[in-house]
């Protein structure tokens, strides 16, 4: 078998696993928090409420609620009315996962009332066929910094970051997710050849400036581990802007 080119090698990583629980009534907004979490490299998992749950389905949400990583209920009127979302909290608290409630319209109950709620904000608007769409973009980052300070979490959520940071859709985008970076003290070889792949590839990185100054220190501190070539290749990059 060849060997795989490191050009063209998909990094992969650890990934973070999300759960989040939701009545069908806001599956839409639902969905929006699963485009919120995966931009950031995140494995988000939607159970489909509205589905009555066959043998297999039900095998399918055990199976991801022991899997997860975090646990997210969306607390809004319609979560109570469920017939499933009180049975998937009870069974995160079982396997004690770590678990972030969104209140939007109650307060947590039940398995979960002592545990301290994020409260969640979002914002609408109308599609051009007038239909309602959600967005809930600060929301997810500033849970994603709270998943951050989970010592348990930091590595696999290191991974997702990387991943997001060679994706960068603006400057800003780019800014933010070097803010998160910026917490961790130490890259692995394969950590730091992604990142400079990545921002090499992206002018939206590059040509940031807080991702500027931050990849002029990661090349400095780990020079060693660069290759020259890259190296080179970035700091033009970086100082040219």
């Given at each position: 078998m060849a060997k795989e080119n490191k050009e063209t090698r998909v990094f992969r990583g650890k990934s973070l696993r999300i759960f989040v629980s939701y009545s069908s009534e806001d599956k839409q907004l639902a969905g929006a928090i699963k485009e919120g979490f995966e931009h950031y490299g995140m494995d988000v998992f939607l159970a489909h409420e509205d589905i009555t749950p066959s043998a297999e389905w039900q095998e399918t949400i055990l199976k991801r609620l022991k899997q997860t990583d975090v646990f997210i209920p969306l607390l809004t009127n319609n979560f109570k009315e469920?017939?499933?979302?009180?049975?998937?909290?009870?069974?995160?608290?079982?396997?004690?996962?770590?678990?972030?409630?969104?209140?939007?319209?109650?307060?947590?109950?039940?398995?979960?009332?002592?545990?301290?709620?994020?409260?969640?904000?979002?914002?609408?608007?109308?599609?051009?066929?007038?239909?309602?769409?959600?967005?809930?973009?600060?929301?997810?980052?500033?849970?994603?910094?709270?998943?951050?300070?989970?010592?348990?979490?930091?590595?696999?959520?290191?991974?997702?970051?990387?991943?997001?940071?060679?994706?960068?859709?603006?400057?800003?985008?780019?800014?933010?997710?070097?803010?998160?970076?910026?917490?961790?003290?130490?890259?692995?070889?394969?950590?730091?050849?992604?990142?400079?792949?990545?921002?090499?590839?992206?002018?939206?990185?590059?040509?940031?400036?807080?991702?500027?100054?931050?990849?002029?220190?990661?090349?400095t501190k780990y020079k060693k581990h660069i290759n020259s070539k890259r190296k080179k290749e970035l700091m033009k990059l970086v100082s040219s802007k």
């Open positions: 469920s017939n499933w979302t009180d049975q998937e909290t009870g069974i995160a608290v079982a396997n004690r996962k770590l678990i972030v409630p969104l209140r939007v319209d109650i307060n947590p109950y039940g398995f979960i009332a002592k545990v301290q709620a994020f409260k969640f904000k979002y914002d609408t608007s109308r599609g051009s066929n007038g239909s309602k769409t959600y967005s809930c973009w600060d929301s997810c980052l500033e849970i994603t910094k709270l998943i951050l300070n989970k010592k348990k979490l930091r590595e696999n959520l290191k991974d997702c970051l990387i991943r997001s940071f060679a994706k960068s859709n603006s400057f800003e985008d780019a800014n933010k997710k070097t803010e998160m970076l910026e917490n961790y003290e130490a890259f692995s070889k394969e950590q730091i050849e992604e990142i400079v792949k990545g921002s090499i590839e992206n002018r939206q990185i590059y040509e940031a400036y807080k991702a500027g100054v931050f990849l002029k220190k990661f090349m």
